[in-house]
């Protein structure tokens, strides 16, 4: 286990030296002169060069890659243009909003789409399975922006449940009880749907194994089967399924946060977006790059403990 977690660590920083290549490529090459950006509506050539010098955008392109890798590995990406705060202090102000609605989300959809997909798994062919498998098929194909509408209209404005946005700052307690029960729950009846048709093939095509015959011949009752040898196998690809997820938590939903003015980190990137803010799209870039592979070596190391026969190579 040791040798291959030093392995795989190892085999990330090639992987990362590729992320920070494209990226510096695609910002430098393709992406608009930060100069003229930050030099505004009425640029002049004096103040031009004046943040040419600040940025060190006179410097020679490999002088430039070794500050920005500098930056990634310091994790230290500078400044914001827009706002001039620091992009670590953003980001960390912003994340954890972030996670306060898309980890209640994450969970109550691996929770709900798990049970419900072994529930009509084990009923398949029958008319409780048919009728889960078509309202989710059903659910799948309504946009999430006509969820939001009859939310907010129903949730906010005639039973007065919950507000129809707003996010306090600095109260946790607050925000998970009045604040993110409308845009967890508007979300989950989108994310719902296809995770649990997915988690019920898994578990359909667990149920056809000879191994599962072999333990109902041998005696052991329903239950032990769906528990022990059929939601066992099944949790390798689910398990895949919600590690691929959670680089998205760290990103959050764009539309929701704007819809429900939540101040994550969502929102701030279609605001670094459409102001051209160079540091804060590099950080969230390579952040969410970090993220993914080490959800990829939890997923791998999960793997040998949902299955033992699994062996690191």
Request: glycine share 6%; net charge positive; no cysteine.
């Amino acid at each position: 286990m040791t040798a291959y977690l030093i392995r795989r660590i190892w085999q990330m920083i090639p992987t990362m030296i590729g992320v920070m290549l494209l990226v510096f490529v695609i910002f430098n090459v393709f992406g608009a002169d930060p100069s003229v950006v930050l030099a505004g509506k009425i640029p002049s050539k004096e103040k031009i060069a004046a943040i040419q010098e600040q940025l060190g955008l006179l410097d020679p392109w490999w002088m430039q890659l070794l500050i920005f890798a500098k930056q990634v590995v310091t994790f230290d990406f500078g400044r914001s243009w827009s706002t001039n705060e620091t992009v670590s202090s953003l980001l960390m102000a912003r994340a954890p909003v972030t996670l306060t609605v898309m980890l209640q989300v994450w969970v109550l959809d691996a929770l709900i789409a798990v049970s419900l997909a072994s529930w009509v798994a084990y009923r398949r062919g029958s008319l409780t399975d048919r009728a889960v498998v078509a309202i989710s098929t059903a659910a799948m194909s309504i946009s999430l922006l006509l969820y939001v509408v009859i939310g907010q209209y129903v949730f906010g404005r005639m039973l007065g449940w919950f507000p129809v946005s707003g996010w306090a700052s600095g109260d946790l307690w607050a925000n998970i009880t009045r604040y993110a029960p409308l845009p967890v729950f508007l979300m989950l009846l989108v994310s719902v749907a296809p995770s649990l048709r997915l988690y019920r093939s898994f578990v359909v095509e667990e149920t056809n194994q000879d191994y599962v015959r072999t333990a109902r011949a041998k005696g052991a009752g329903e239950g032990r089967v769906m528990v022990v040898h059929v939601l066992r196998n099944a949790a390798v690809p689910i398990v895949t399924n919600l590690g691929m997820q959670l680089p998205g938590l760290l990103i959050g939903s764009f539309l929701i946060e704007k819809i429900f003015s939540i101040p994550g980190v969502g929102g701030e990137i279609v605001v670094a977006v459409s102001n051209n803010d160079f540091p804060i799209i590099k950080a969230i870039t390579v952040y969410t790059a970090m993220a993914t592979m080490i959800a990829n070596l939890l997923v791998d190391v999960l793997y040998k403990w949902l299955d033992p026969r699994v062996e690191f190579k």
